[in-house]
């Protein structure tokens, strides 16, 4: 693992795994949000630098990234992983989080989700740019969003499939 981390600059470039990807600028939010799919239509949200959800091919969260912690399923379970750095070496420090904690991430991440997809029902947003063979990424995350589940269905595993 690194020592240091690089702040991602562009993910719309970057973020080649996700063959259909969009970057956009939506009013309720801070930060711009790069969302998109992978070629097996596992869904990636990128809330600014700080607030990252992923997910498999069957919309279960798979892994997270919020106030600087990983987060991965496992067993239908979410674990937290906390960088502690120290002179030598970087750890990562494993928390298995609570029913409480889980459901708190859960409905966070709902919320932040749904309202994502509201903005997109309304047209409160501006689209930076879009990456896509496919077309319109914009209707294909609403569609993806309105069908997600309450409360986030929680992975097996943090990979993709």
Request: charged content about 30%; aromatic content about 8%.
């Amino acid at each position: 693992m690194a020592r240091e981390e690089e702040a991602r600059e562009d993910l719309l470039r970057e973020a080649t795994a996700l063959v259909d990807r969009i970057e956009l600028r939506v009013n309720d939010f801070d930060d711009s949000i790069v969302a998109g799919f992978r070629r097996d239509g596992a869904a990636s949200f990128f809330f600014g630098q700080q607030i990252v959800y992923q997910f498999n091919t069957s919309a279960e969260l798979r892994r997270g990234f919020l106030d600087g912690r990983l987060y991965k399923a496992e067993c239908g379970q979410l674990v937290e992983l906390r960088r502690q750095r120290t002179a030598d070496s970087v750890d990562l420090l494993r928390h298995e989080l609570t029913d409480s904690e889980i459901s708190q991430f859960a409905t966070d991440a709902h919320r932040r989700l749904q309202k994502l997809r509201q903005s997109l029902c309304t047209g409160q947003f501006q689209t930076i740019g879009q990456v896509s063979p496919q077309g319109d990424v914009v209707v294909r995350l609403h569609d993806w969003l309105a069908n997600l589940g309450e409360p986030i269905p929680l992975a097996q595993s943090p990979r993709v499939k």
